[in-house]
């Protein structure tokens, strides 16, 4: 019986050792910035992103184009439908290998770094980098934040005709083809 207590009090701990990380969605956020007409600026945001991050560092956050949140509904389904064409692509997706001084951090410190990986948005794959503080909030708690936002460029996605057309449907002057982008996430394990 202490036998048999000792082998599944190791293979819990094994487990557990080894658990992968997974985004807390109720505590992560993803915004972006765009601007009509060169004088006014708005914040957007997506409702909704999942993602998990390896022990050995492999992270993947994945957003689901539909959720865009705009605080405007005839807009959030222009860029449903005219820019992020979510009929054929549904989802963004970002990839990338951590380096192991971020995920081996002590509980209750935090580090600057640039974390550099690929975007995958609209049929296309670009490398990406963001500038951020990561914060290990608790052995179980992994926080990252932008420091700085990183612009994402709508012609290096093939966006650039659908930023093209929300302009003309809405009669504006200009929409900016760079998008500030700014996220907060927190994984769990």
Do not use: C
Not at 10 to 32: G, I, K, R
Not at 70 to 87: D, G, K, W, Y
Not at 94 to 114: C, E, K, N, R, Y
Request: charged content about 15%; hydrophobic content about 45%; aromatic content about 8%.
């Amino acid at each position: 019986m202490f036998k048999q207590s000792v082998v599944l009090l190791s293979a819990l701990l094994s487990a557990s050792a080894f658990a992968q990380w997974t985004l807390d969605e109720t505590q992560s956020s993803l915004y972006f910035m765009s601007t009509k007409n060169a004088q006014v600026t708005e914040v957007h945001r997506f409702d909704a992103l999942s993602g998990s991050l390896s022990d050995a560092g492999v992270l993947s956050i994945s957003v689901p184009l539909s959720s865009v949140n705009t605080n405007i509904a005839i807009r959030n389904t222009r860029m449903q439908e005219m820019l992020f064409e979510v009929s054929k692509y549904p989802t963004a997706t970002f990839t990338t290998t951590l380096p192991s001084d971020l995920l081996d951090m002590d509980a209750g410190t935090s580090q600057a770094a640039v974390v550099e990986g690929e975007l995958s948005l609209h049929g296309m794959t670009a490398p990406v980098s963001f500038n951020v503080m990561v914060s290990k909030l608790s052995d179980d708690t992994l926080q990252a934040s932008t420091i700085a936002p990183t612009l994402i460029g709508a012609e290096t996605f093939g966006l650039k005709g659908g930023v093209e057309a929300l302009q003309n449907i809405a009669g504006l002057q200009s929409i900016t083809f760079n998008a500030p982008v700014t996220f907060s996430v927190t994984f769990e394990k």
